[in-house]
């Protein structure tokens, strides 16, 4: 039986993502597994915000970005933003392939994804089913 390894890759849920760190993540949700998570982006003398909305949250967890990454296998590496004055930062927004967290969920989760959001500050991961990114 293969036994697929669990992978990191970048997400880029809008085209014109800076090559720059998210400064820190900010989260509000409501009682019907919806989550709005904004992040603040510093590109040269301006500052963007980068708003994304899940819906059919099955799982969060946020942490200080000190406490690692609980959720992802330790053999998982995490792309570089590889470019620019931030070229060794980890990249913001990624997305979790043959998730072991997903696996992990009961009931139905076929069409549900584990979003991986990196900042200076802390670390949000979030099953969903959808997720939706706009600058704001």
């Avoid at 039986?1 to 820190?24: G, H, S, T, Y």
């Avoid at 989260?27 to 994304?52: C, H, N, T």
């Amino acid at each position: 039986m293969n036994i697929v390894q669990e992978a990191v890759r970048r997400w880029k849920p809008v085209e014109d993502l800076p090559l720059a760190a998210c400064q820190v993540w900010r989260l509000q949700s409501d009682s019907y597994f919806e989550l709005a998570v904004e992040g603040d982006f510093f590109v040269g003398p301006s500052e963007r915000a980068l708003k994304i909305n899940f819906h059919g949250v099955l799982a969060l967890s946020a942490h200080d970005d000190m406490l690692g990454l609980p959720h992802i296998s330790a053999s998982s590496s995490i792309p570089l933003i590889g470019s620019g004055s931030q070229a060794s930062y980890r990249w913001p927004l990624l997305q979790v392939d043959n998730s072991q967290w997903l696996q992990s969920m009961p009931g139905p989760k076929d069409d549900c994804s584990h979003f991986l959001l990196l900042s200076l500050e802390c670390t949000v991961e979030v099953i969903a089913r959808e997720a939706i990114a706009a600058w704001i």
